[in-house]
């Protein structure tokens, strides 16, 4: 089993994403795999995981809730230096996901990781991502 958080859950369409506390890709979720009510599956929530090979790449199961987080991180505050906040890889990753599920919302999990590993590839290079 491993230990991670949610990035994204999409109650209406019944997937998202997990995060690996290991710092690996992200994994898909399906909400028949997930052990609890996922109305509580919220970006930030902690989840106990098993982590499976999928027909499109990696998938959990045996998804189970550890604690909740309440929805959404704090908003950073922006001062008027004309400067931009620099991200963690994982705040990254989950703004990009949210930006291309509402974007393109029939993107597949592969297709998704896909772009978010070439996105963060780039984001690395001009250090827009802490290292």
């Given at each position: 089993?491993?230990?991670?958080?949610?990035?994204?859950?999409?109650?209406?369409?019944?997937?998202?994403?997990?995060?690996?506390?290991?710092?690996?890709?992200?994994?898909?979720?399906?909400?028949?795999?997930?052990?609890?009510?996922?109305?509580?599956?919220?970006?930030?929530?902690?989840?106990?995981?098993?982590?499976?090979?999928?027909?499109?790449?990696?998938?959990?199961?045996?998804?189970?809730?550890?604690?909740?987080?309440?929805?959404?991180?704090?908003?950073?505050?922006?001062?008027?230096?004309?400067?931009?906040?620099?991200?963690?890889?994982?705040?990254f990753r989950?703004?990009?996901?949210e930006a291309l599920l509402?974007?393109?919302?029939?993107?597949?999990?592969?297709?998704?990781?896909?772009?978010?590993?070439?996105?963060?590839?780039?984001?690395?290079?001009?250090?827009?991502?802490?290292?």
């Amino acid at each position: 089993m491993v230990n991670g958080k949610v990035v994204r859950f999409d109650d209406d369409r019944g997937y998202g994403f997990l995060a690996p506390d290991d710092g690996g890709e992200d994994v898909f979720v399906h909400a028949n795999d997930i052990q609890e009510a996922k109305q509580q599956f919220r970006p930030g929530a902690r989840v106990e995981f098993a982590i499976e090979a999928g027909d499109r790449g990696l998938k959990a199961s045996n998804v189970r809730l550890l604690d909740a987080e309440p929805e959404g991180r704090p908003r950073r505050d922006h001062d008027d230096d004309g400067l931009c906040d620099v991200l963690s890889v994982l705040e990254f990753r989950t703004e990009l996901t949210e930006a291309l599920l509402d974007a393109v919302p029939t993107l597949t999990a592969a297709q998704i990781l896909q772009v978010r590993r070439k996105l963060t590839d780039l984001a690395r290079t001009h250090n827009w991502i802490e290292a």
